[in-house]
């Protein structure tokens, strides 16, 4: 009794305490978190107990909270009461949790994926807490006794590595029932719905969502702001978090960690912008960007070839918003070109006119569709996988052509390609791929490059079978499979003692050409959801089949036996795991570990050994690696010629490294690669994923490569020529990188690629601190660094030809397209390509410019789209002539979708040339098609572009495609070919022409009609009867320039003159 008392005053006191405390609290709110809920009662039922709460000081110095932290208060559980559980069949358990019946028995049945049994699954019964009831045998059968065949019962049965399985248990009026279940395998989290960036102003809502896929599905999920965990409790948050009345420290970093008994996945990060309600949601003065002019348009002003247009940095914007909170605005608003001013750039003997931005604002983003193709072949001799099938999950998205070519475009909430190609005449081993692709359109294209499948062996499915895995010449084999005497079985589970049909692929690190070949990305997903990369010492791939039927069989208790003298970092052999490809994430996904184990019989050398255990049975792509932690960033740009100017920074490019251990003392000679990672060019250049070494920075090399549309960039020559100032990275860190371009000891090599060091830059150095290697952990600043900070550099040889477009428009980047009669494509996703083949009759290859300008429109007519500019090519098979494929604008629907433009084409060849003749089906398709465009100038030829697409009878390539690189190589090779529907890099030039010039070479010394113009007054006589030769390569661009300055009065329309033409 006097306990009692005790107790009583004890929590009377916490009580006044609390009440002060409460008070306190109230004038000191900022320093005390809110209470927690209160515990539950510690006593049993009829007894009384204890609740306890606690909060938690928020002030940056605990001395200032000076009260309780927790309280306490009394407490009494209900009257305890008889079990009020109700069975309707059998009688309530001891513990009334669940119904038992005596007289019935379940049996069960529980097998593998593939058949085998299950053995050592545990089986538990759901009550209120999980039951044990019994384990599986060696046979994967289990037997329990005395549950209620209710139908309503939960059975849950579980196995390391599977996914759960949950039955119910059957209804019936038997004494026995028996029930069977197949484990299926367990797959980590995997995020399919990444969070979207967004912006908003101060006091709006916003949505962010996050999706995950495993098995088990996830049940949590937890939201990051700026790397802090979100309380759930506050912001009641599941896979979708809202935020509402937003305030401005609110903006900055968001992600999801999605997790499941199995593991946990992060999402991507989203940024959220928060700006005040009154503030400009863009900055409205456009950034500099430089366009290049002709090469007849130097600027004496800035001496140069380039004019300052000005652009708009594409980026969310807080723009107009509904109602609804939504994943995904209904529109999403970016940064764009609001005002822009036409201005005229004064060239030699004409004007150029260009449209030039003056103000941006926010508004409603570009539609853009993301597009991925590409070329499957062989890794060892280009062979073409032909009319194979490419996949995405478990739908069948593409299909390969003759040429092994393909074309996928990207589904639009798509946040990581992984794509499986499967060959039908089973001459490859099916090969996963994580493709990166632009997220803001445009298409991207790739070598997909596959291993050939090693020829089958027969096996005794009795006998103990090895077989050796690596083959390289000289060498020993990384790693040995053995698989034991009677383990192989079938689908259904039956042991098969037939004779197997075996083919094991490997892929070889140690030979340096198959790490374009390899499987995924080699990336892993940790317990806390991180994604770490593996460096591999070697992929296989298992395929076997009974001899007889051609089944397809698993394998249990599977030996790997893996060299240790092959693994040259001695770090690496505690970390070696044996891992298996999930194709449909594309991540890799640990099977065992290794172990040491002795010298095994039949050996000479005294080797140790690692084995590791595994079983083959769905999964048939398996790899030896070990995670690396040693991670940094190459900081690459590709550039459209060796003058690496800013504005000339090319978007779209793959840029591929291949991660490289050398051999000790020989950082040039790679002993084997262990990684390949690809990343695509942005308006920022990109960051290339490497490993790296701060202690040796021999450690790890890297060997870089960049292509666009399938062909090779030049890296930055190293010798004979070693410039620091070229290559974009100061001494002395350059010499510390050991940079060398491919050339560099054998001038007949490639020069597209290059090799360095991966040093690691030393936290304290300043000359390492600005690039172009970059920590891990600093990706921020490698992604953000300014185009001086140091970096490595591609470029495009500069070809013979030129594109001038009256509105700007970067082709890398479909999201700078702006609304403007006179852009050159008329709509965003629609982008058509029309080229005309020009035969020249002649000695010498001769330069040829297309001059488009508005011809029907009454927006545009008389103005100026854009020029075009391209050389012949030689034709291989005939001397003396030579064909261009000429770009012109393609007539048709202007941005306004109102009425077409028959746009108006000059073909204006250089030199002394005289048009011989005009294709047949050409011509009379433009008679039939008024108005007609007389040519009077033999030297050059008019035409009003068809609308039609014609084909290569009439001379005419048309290709319209969602990609505009995309639609104009199309074309292009449609017009090397002379056909429709081929492809050609060789000029064929007596098929499929259009227009055929003869141009003779002129004499040294004489004075060309365009240079006697020049000398002479202005004369009122239109520029279309002047007849004489052509001016020199300096001058002929300006020949056709003075004429269209004039406007269209070297042409004449039947019954129509200098207005717009009736269409």
Known sequence: MVVIKACVFFFLVLEVTSLLGSLRQDTEHSLWSLWSPWSKCSAACGHPGVQTRTRTCL?????????ATEEGRLCMEQACSACDLTCPMGQVNADCDACMCQDFVLYGVVSLPGGAPASGATVYILTKTPKLLTQTDSSGRFRVPGLCPDGKSILKITKTKFAPIRLTMPKTRLKAATIKAEFMRAETPYIVMNPKAKARRAGQSVSLCCKATGNPKPDKYFWYHNSTLLDPSLYKHESKLVLRNLQRDQAGEYFCKAQSDTGA???????????????????????????????????NATNSFYYDVGRCP?????????NGIRCQDAVENCCGISKTEEREIQCSGYTLPTKVAMECSCQRCTETQSIVRGRVSASDNGEPMRFGHVYMGNSRVSMTGYKGTFTLHVPQDTERLVLTFVDRLQKFVNTTKVLPFNKKGSAVFHEIKMLRRKEPITLEATETNIIPLGDVAGEDPVAELEIPSKSFYRQNGEPYTGKVKASVTFLDPRNISTATAAQSDLNFINDEGDTFPLRTYGMFSVDFTGEATSESLNVGKVKVHLDSTQVKMPEHLPMMKLWSLNPGTGLWEEEGDFKFESQRRNRREDRTFLVGNMEIRERRLFNLDVPESRRCFIKVRAYRSERFLPSEQMQGVVVSVINLEPRTGFSSNPRAWGRFDSVITGPNGACLPAFCDDQSPDAYSAYVLASLAGEELEAVESSPKFNPNAIGVPQPYLNKLKYRRTDHEDPQAKKTAFQISMAKPRPNSAEESNGPIYAFENLQACEEAPPSAAHFRFYQIE?????????????????????????????????RACYIKVKIMGSLEVNVRSRNMGGTHRQTVGKLYGIRDVKSTRDRDQPNVSAACLEFKCSGMLYDQDRVDRTLVKVIPQGSCHRVS?????????????PLAVNDNTSEYTMLAPLDPLGHNYGIYTVTDQDPRTAKEIALGRCFDGTSDGSSRVMKSNVGVALTFNCVERQVGRQSAFQYLQSTPARPSPASTVRGRAPSRRQWSSQGGQRWRRGAASLRFSGVAQQPLSN
């Open 314 to 322: 594409v980026k969310t914007c807080a723009g107009q918003q509904d």
């Open 799 to 831: 070809g013979d030809r030129y594109d001038y477009n009256t509105v700007p428009f970067n082709e890398d980047d479909p999201m700078s397209w702006t609304e403007d009669y006179l852009a050159w494509w008329p709509k965003p996703m629609e982008f």
């Open 265 to 299: 996945a992060k999402s991507h990060v989203a940024r959220l912008t928060v700006i005040a309600p009154d503030e400009t949601p863009c900055n409205p003065t456009p950034e500099s960007y430089l366009i290049q002019l002709p090469h007849d348009c130097f600027q």
């Open 918 to 930: 005009v294709n047949s089906m050409l011509h009379e398709y433009l008679v039939n098609h008024l």
């Open 59 to 67: 002030a940056e110095t605990v001395s200032l909270c000076n009260d």
